[in-house]
Structures are given as C-alpha cells and as structure tokens.
C-alpha cells in the first residue's frame, strides 16, 4: 500500500511531462501538415540520379 503513495505522484509527473511536450509540439507546428510527406513517398525524384553510364566513368 505504500507504494501507491509513490506511484500516484509519479504518474502525475508524467502525464503532466507528456501533455507539455505534446503541447509544446502542436505550437511549434509539428501536426500542421500532415498529408504531404506521405505521398512524398509516391515521387519519384531520378533527377539526381547518375545513368548507370555515368556510374562507369572513372572521377578525375
């Protein structure tokens, strides 16, 4: 039973330290857009992407 007095305010701290970080990421703009780095997924970006060709060629 002794334990439930350490474990009450324990727990409180925590919740308290988890309701302050998820505040603190909601001002700072984490949950603003949350559509777009998923179909970030779906582009393709081989722009940046050497040819096997020019894999192959020795650097100077």
């Known amino acids: 039973m002794d334990i439930i007095y350490a474990l009450v305010p324990l727990s409180l ?3 308290s330290v988890a309701i302050g970080i998820f505040f603190w990421a ?3 703009g984490q949950f603003d857009d949350m559509d777009s780095p998923a179909h970030k997924i779906l582009f393709d ?3 940046s992407d050497p040819t096997p060709e020019d894999r ?3 650097r100077d």
Request: aromatic share 0%.
């Open 45 to 47: 970006d081989d722009e």
């Open 13 to 15: 701290v925590l919740l």
């Open 26 to 28: 909601v001002r700072s």
């Open 56 to 58: 192959d060629k020795p």
